[in-house]
Nanobody, 123 residues
Framework: QVPLVESGGGSVQAGDSLRLSCAPS????????MAWFRQAPGKEREFVAA????????YYADSVKGRFTISRDNVKHTVDLQMNSLKPEDTAVYYC????????????????WGQGTQVTVSS
């Protein structure tokens, strides 16, 4: 079992920044692909960003490319999502996910999920 705990959400103004953090536990963390997804009210959960096991490869949704940065620290066992230039359309519950395979854009490829953290961006 790899429990995931997200932190760092909150309410901000458009243009502000937030940093989300995910703290998995378990000895398999360093071999897991990690990702962030988000779900806005009435919408399906969508891919935001992913990172491979050693941080060498990152992937982003077009909607966040250039504004968000995913990173991981395999010593501290954390995965962060730095979100800059936030927009109202970024408002959603953000979920951390972990998978045993390669990074993927689809939810079905991730084995473990956190409970989510709310991000609200007002104009």
């Amino acid at each position: 079992q790899v429990p995931l705990v997200e932190s760092g959400g909150g309410s901000v103004q458009a243009g502000d920044s937030l940093r989300l953090s995910c703290a998995p536990s378990g000895r398999t963390f360093s071999i897991l692909a990690m990702a962030w997804f988000r779900q806005a009210p009435g919408k399906e959960r969508e891919f935001v960003a992913a990172i491979n096991w050693n941080g060498a490869r990152t992937y982003y949704a077009d909607s966040v490319k250039g504004r968000f940065t995913i990173s991981r620290d395999n010593v501290k066992h954390t995965v962060d999502l730095q979100m800059n230039s936030l927009k109202p359309e970024d408002t959603a519950v953000y979920y951390c996910a972990a998978g045993l395979g390669s990074p993927s854009y689809t939810t079905g490829n991730y084995n473990y999920w956190g409970q989510g953290t709310q991000v609200t961006v007002s104009s």
